[in-house]
């Protein structure tokens, strides 16, 4: 039951790369939510391969039907559910890896699991490109959330490889990385970020970077401790995106080296408004949401396709032996996973907001 | 439904830091596992107030009682419930908190989300105090776990404010910290950890840190992917722990700074078995368990609880004031906060490999 | 994880008929709902043994200690435990049938399933007892709904062995049981039932039935098909009541003898007020409440203690063997199971209510 | 969330009438299930509409394309996705409805519910379509209980209208009807009951009945009291599919006229082999299964789409007015929801027998 997640929103996410088709099947959504699907379509596009700064050169329209859930342009309320054919698979690219596993990707643990009867094609379901429904569905929770209560999300890219950008701990706003472009709004940092990927590329490797995204307009007192809360929810969604090893929100790490009294967030009021004076818990206090911006950080490790040689097993011989991946990779995935985090962000909270009902029935 | 955790093995938390008692009711256990109270009671002290370096002076004899689900020393396999009386309380010592919030708790989130109704006293149920019946949850898991598959879980503190200690990445046995002192196995810095806490105390203050924990035995091939993972499990329980605020698997943020080719964890055959040639995944690829250590890092804020003068405000008169907290604190909860992120890896650990059944039926 | 319950409103009931206590969490409650102590303990009355027709002459006090959840007289909104101790048992009558297993009973399928682990005595967390922690959760929930929507919710007894009383179908106000007697409001028919109580006590024997229950005043338009609804929770909640052998609506299983025109419950204004002409449906279409009030029945097996010879078999020698089982037996369980099968109504009713939100964000 | 159900296997469902499509994803399926698609096209065929005896004339080949989750013609172990094209609408005759409901639809609840935003064609989601695809779900989990236990799910008709046959209650292994035919083992019962069936759409009407379904071979000691039971989780999802009004086991509502010395299920060694000498417990004590068949029966209404004239309300004009419904009806719709109902055991069977692996880790 590992591909469907949410408490109030369930989302269920099928497919293999090289199968007929992936998507989502989204059950609980609002009745009456307007969906803006040209809007859907670039947030797909975001993600879609061969439009970002080193991505692979495969193509896919990666254009979404509707099946169910929605009608005159509106949620239905009924499960909505959408499909994404496959088309430009090249399957012959990954046989072989049954037998010697390629380091890092899950050929060897789902051989394992499932005693060599899952789809190994492409990764079957354990394929990158099995976020696209995910991000499929987070599109649509963003559209929700913006309807019921204005929320917007907002990401951007603070680390790739050996170049970091600022947090926006200390922002209420995001300096809004300009459209179609890398997303990082510091343009100097973005061209050394995109610099990084490309020694990694020359050099047949890749690299790993952090992700950060921000809602602003998310209200108060949303959650119930210990386990309904907006932290425990997207951490539990983020860590289903492949390559993703470590979580964070607000401060992040960064809180273990300080003070209380440094990283405290005071409580002031100003121009007759409630707020705190910092935003280092990233928008929670005991796992409820406090007004504050919610801020979120998501860690990803280099991509692990890569053409240079390495060391691997044959598991039908036992012997070692060294492997070359040939094929289409990305050699950083964090400019294509960033709206996918966006997206995971939005399904957490919306499903904890629509918790909301139950305490306030 | 927010103190309720678990796909299969469920945990349900009760309790408020002030109230009669607290306590945990565990559903789902397999029947027949014998119980070694002594080592629960082991694992309770680790975290019981007043014995650890820099812990408040409040003391409890936290000693549960069972009231269900052990027969003859042994599981029953229906629910395990247990209650621990709360016996050290002081009221008075919490009041006014309900009107001046105390920056970083859960007081003004709390308002927000139970209209006042909520019990204020020692925090209600926010207090870190309900950790205890996690952590009791925990040890049972540990015990199932040992029995069934062998796997140990082993715990450090890997940062302390400044202070840093090596993570177990390159470990395969932990080198185990020697009972009953403070967890780190490198004297030198393990007292220069416990000198950032006494500073911290010594200016009225508290400081934050991280813990490192690993389990080792665990068999390959558990889990499935998106959301049915470790990692996922994990990440959502920590999440529920009062004042953590990153959750990371492996080499954690590390990787983002790496290339594909130093971070992927190469498979080689080492006297016929095969292994990881590193561990940089944490005991993980795509989710599923590949037989290495399973490693993850965990940050806690600085308890937000100091008696230093701080900034908030009166929710009545809505004007801007100082608050000094008096009472018990402790100057750093990570000590005590260790043997319940070992809990929760133990439970999440379980709860994912009690669902090998479903697909290996 | 068998003993818990629920979408939005989780209970986790715990305990053994011998152990020290018996319990149940309750976690999701709406903060700031008044609730009348006195009014529970009267609901757990008409379920304690000793004070029904025909129930076992074992007496528990069966009052329940608040151990979390309310404070001054309301809710807090997190988890509600309580606990009952268990006061008044008489383990040796038990002893034996781990071998000899009672006919009817839990004593073979039990030792099938717990390998026996499980706590045999009394039934252990088998035992009907079980159902006043149930009780106790419906009893809250009735608070709940009578606060929100003034939904009140009633029984009574429709049949006892050969004796019929008739259906609510035809009413929309039921006529109330007088109080503290026995609750069928047709005091000639009520007579003959617990004719056919003693009748069968006097045989040793004991005798089954079905009971009625209505809720009135619930909102229409509650629910989502296919499985979010009241018709689903309810009877997934009441085949865990012990001796539950069919759950029905509105006009049950008399539906499938009708034709269409007979059955179909037509719509139209009364009074400026829209309402069906019938409520052969039970206060559901598709799944969703119409706004009549809610039907449904509960058919229930003799009680299978009965201390007439019986035929079983030696689990041990592998032969067949004849039983007799002394103890206290209820020679019918339906007056005591009627309040817990109300509570079940209230429990479902108001999980899925609470699910409204969801949708009205 | 309520097209999603299951603890272990989940299964969701998606769709409307006249949409694009119809579906089910199913996830949590073990991985190397050899997949029979023309035993699965044949459960399809017996629940496709024009092919049953009072069936709508309604055709759709309702041939189920495989998205995802079997490859080689196994199970993979990741999601099985379907979607089954819609094909043949004629959304004109189910204009009105919206304004004018149909009595015993769900056309006015889900007005209440979805605020006018539901797809009204067809009854949308509510449309009994939406049972093939849980039929489809159910002929996956046959053919994987088949497969690990042999287990095999039968059914007959009980009653249509006023005609009735005998229960399987007696039988071990039941009689089965002959393919192709009415499910009626009797064929001159079966004979009665077709003609019930003419004569009600000879009126324009219609008319209810009851299914029962039979599994054998299901194995003893599976379930955990109180709500992980094969019961509890039948009567959920049985209580999903439009028009059943009631759920019973084994003797069902006649349990609640007997006395215990007559329901008791004796144990007995036969042939060495322990088992009941009757079975009205229809397979289970204490919600844990006996080893004996598994015995249900299920109730349906008449199907509410009558073309008599009936009376309902103008929802705008608030008047009250007559209705009549043309299109395309089935005069009884049980021959058709028999395999459903078989495929809901199957569910339930599969779903339970998961858990196995939870407590016999």
């Known amino acids: 039951m590992g591909s469907t997640w949410g408490k109030r929103l369930k989302i269920s996410v099928y497919g293999e790369s090289h199968g007929p088709a992936i998507g989502v099947v989204i059950d609980g959504l609002p009745s009456g939510i307007p969906i ?8 797909m596009q975001r993600r ?6 080193g991505s692979t050169p495969r193509t896919e329209a ?7 859930g929605i009608y005159n342009g509106k949620t239905t309320g009924t499960p909505l559910a959408i499909e994404i054919l496959n088309t430009n698979q090249h399957s012959s690219d990954y046989n072989g890896f049954v037998t010697t596993p390629r380091p890092g990707h899950a050929d060897y643990t789902a051989r394992l699991r499932y005693k060599m009867n899952n789809d190994p094609r492409g990764g079957g379901h354990f394929s990158g490109r099995l976020t696209a429904p995910i991000l499929y569905a987070g599109a649509i929770a963003k559209q929700v959330l913006k309807n019921k209560c204005g929320t917007e999300i907002y990401g951007h890219i603070i680390r ?20 179609g472009t890398f ?17 990694a590329k020359a050099l047949r490797d890749s690299v790993g970077g952090i992700v950060e995204v921000m809602a602003t307009g998310f209200p108060g007192g949303i959650g119930s401790p210990m386990w309904d809360t907006v932290e425990s929810a997207f951490a539990q969604l983020a860590f289903g995106i492949p390559a993703v090893k470590g979580v964070s929100f607000g401060s992040g790490f960064q809180v273990a080296s300080r003070r209380g009294s440094e990283n405290n967030d005071h409580l002031l009021f100003q121009d007759e408004k409630l707020r705190m004076a910092t935003n280092h818990g990233g928008g929670f206090e005991g796992g409820i949401s406090n007004g504050m911006p919610i801020l979120a950080q998501v860690a990803f490790k280099p991509t692990p396709s890569i053409s240079r040689e390495q060391e691997t097993v044959n598991l039908d011989t036992k012997e070692n032996v ?3 991946i040939p094929g289409r990779h990305d050699a950083c995935i964090v400019p294509r996973a960033l ?8 399904l957490a909270l919306l499903d904890v907001l629509m918790g909301k009902g139950e305490y306030s029935l």
């Open 160 to 179: 790739i490889g050996k170049v970091e950008a600022n947090s926006w701990e200390e922002e209420e706003m995001p300096v809004i990385p300009t459209e």
């Open 339 to 346: 709206p996918v985090v966006e997206g995971c962000l939005a």
């Open 48 to 53: 879609a391969p061969g439009t970002q700064p």
């Open 183 to 199: 997303p990082q709004e510091n343009q100097s940092i973005g061209q050394r970020m995109l610099g990084e990927i490309e020694d």
């Open 36 to 43: 803006d699907e040209s809007k859907v379509a670039k947030e």
């Open 62 to 68: 990666d254009l979404p039907t509707v099946l169910s």
């Open 322 to 324: 060294k492997i070359e």
